[in-house]
């Protein structure tokens, strides 16, 4: 089972007037085999290049613009300042805009699953929205923006954790409409088939034990360069490193759990404007980070 516990982004659930202070760790790991390219020469990482598909020539990043297709080989150009003025604003919330039964979220939605730890002192209110969650059968949809893409996500109780899980949009799920798919009924089979396929289920029943499956290409794959490694066969790559992502503090308002219930629709209100009061410094920060990366870069040109 996958384990680790960086933080990969630091904010808080919000619904009504309350804000839970929390940050979000991968839950899922992708264990497949991950061949890299190499240049055989001199064993380093091996790219993707900016190429012209017609000419084969090799273009600058001034040179590109973006387009979406409307029709086919018909393009329309979006400007960077286009791109800007409807992209969703940066915040450090998951903000839950619906809580609907937990029965009724299709697994064809689930997409990636993170786990949610609470910070800044909210273990209290993180532990009543998990019990709450728990009790009543209930997730929580809610709007969460990570690395500059927003996302549709459900936060659901999983044990003594709640898990984040990044979900699907409506228009990515494919309807069934294409599909030949028998009619719904029991007509297309006779009894005693049925009688027999679910002896053969309850036979084949038993506990849910993640350890019973293995990626069994990737073990075989695995033990070869074990192999390998014990008998010297290694190559040095240097590698590029990754930078954590920024992430503000959020002030922890479990009192105004009260003031949401007789409040509504205008403690929704309130809330929104005191989140956008308090994400005001972590902007500035975030601002002063763009010019001293912005002076170093002119510094280092000079």
Same mark, same amino acid.
């Given at each position: 089972?996958?384990?680790?516990?960086?933080?990969?982004?630091?904010?808080?659930?919000?619904?009504?007037?309350?804000?839970?202070?929390?940050?979000?760790?991968?839950?899922?790991?992708?264990?497949?085999?991950?061949?890299?390219?190499?240049?055989?020469?001199?064993?380093?990482?091996?790219?993707?290049?900016?190429?012209?598909?017609?000419?084969?020539?090799?273009?600058?990043?001034?040179?590109?613009?973006?387009?979406?297709?409307?029709?086919?080989?018909?393009?329309?150009?979006?400007?960077?300042?286009?791109?800007?003025?409807?992209?969703?604003?940066?915040?450090?919330?998951?903000?839950?805009?619906?809580?609907?039964?937990?029965?009724?979220?299709?697994?064809?939605?689930?997409?990636?699953?993170?786990?949610?730890?609470?910070?800044?002192?909210?273990?209290?209110?993180?532990?009543?929205?998990?019990?709450?969650?728990?009790?009543?059968?209930?997730?929580?949809?809610?709007?969460?923006?990570?690395?500059?893409?927003?996302?549709?996500?459900?936060?659901?109780?999983?044990?003594?954790?709640?898990?984040?899980?990044?979900?699907?949009?409506?228009?990515?799920?494919? +309807?069934?409409?294409?599909?030949?798919?028998?009619?719904? @009924?029991? $007509?297309?089979? *006779?009894? %005693?088939?049925? #009688?027999? =396929?679910?002896?053969?289920?309850?036979?084949?029943?038993?506990?849910?034990?993640?350890?019973?499956?293995?990626?069994?290409?990737?073990?075989?794959?695995?033990?070869?360069?074990?192999?390998?490694?014990?008998?010297?066969?290694?190559?040095?790559?240097?590698?590029?490193?990754?930078?954590?992502?920024?992430?503000?503090?959020?002030?922890?308002? +479990?009192?105004?759990?009260?003031?949401?219930?007789?409040? @509504?629709? $205008?403690?929704? *209100?309130? %809330?929104?404007? #005191?989140? =956008?009061?308090?994400?005001?410094?972590?902007?500035?920060?975030?601002?002063?980070?763009?010019?001293?990366?912005?002076?170093?870069?002119?510094?280092?040109?000079?």
């Amino acid at each position: 089972m996958a384990t680790g516990s960086r933080t990969l982004w630091k904010g808080a659930i919000t619904f009504g007037l309350v804000h839970i202070p929390v940050g979000l760790h991968t839950a899922a790991t992708e264990q497949g085999v991950d061949f890299d390219w190499l240049d055989k020469r001199s064993m380093d990482p091996v790219g993707y290049k900016r190429v012209n598909k017609r000419t084969g020539k090799e273009i600058s990043k001034e040179n590109i613009v973006k387009g979406v297709e409307y029709e086919d080989g018909k393009y329309v150009i979006i400007s960077p300042e286009e791109i800007e003025a409807v992209f969703p604003k940066t915040t450090q919330t998951i903000e839950i805009e619906r809580f609907i039964d937990a029965v009724e979220m299709p697994f064809i939605f689930l997409e990636r699953p993170y786990y949610v730890s609470p910070i800044n002192k909210s273990d209290k209110v993180y532990a009543l929205l998990r019990e709450v969650l728990l009790d009543t059968g209930k997730v929580g949809l809610a709007k969460v923006l990570i690395a500059t893409k927003q996302h549709l996500a459900a936060l659901v109780p999983s044990g003594s954790a709640l898990v984040l899980n990044l979900l699907r949009w409506g228009d990515e799920v494919k +309807t069934l409409d294409s599909l030949d798919l028998p009619p719904a @009924g029991r $007509k297309s089979f *006779g009894a %005693a088939e049925l #009688k027999m =396929a679910k002896q053969l289920v309850a036979e084949m029943s038993g506990k849910w034990d993640p350890e019973d499956f293995k990626d069994e290409f990737r073990h075989q794959v695995m033990k070869l360069v074990d192999k390998k490694v014990k008998a010297g066969k290694t190559e040095t790559v240097i590698e590029p490193e990754e930078e954590a992502p920024e992430s503000s503090n959020v002030i922890d308002l +479990t009192e105004l759990l009260q003031r949401s219930l007789k409040g @509504g629709a $205008k403690a929704t *209100g309130k %809330a929104s404007s #005191k989140t =956008a009061a308090m994400k005001t410094p972590a902007k500035k920060a975030a601002t002063k980070r763009t010019a001293a990366k912005r002076s170093a870069s002119q510094r280092k040109a000079a």
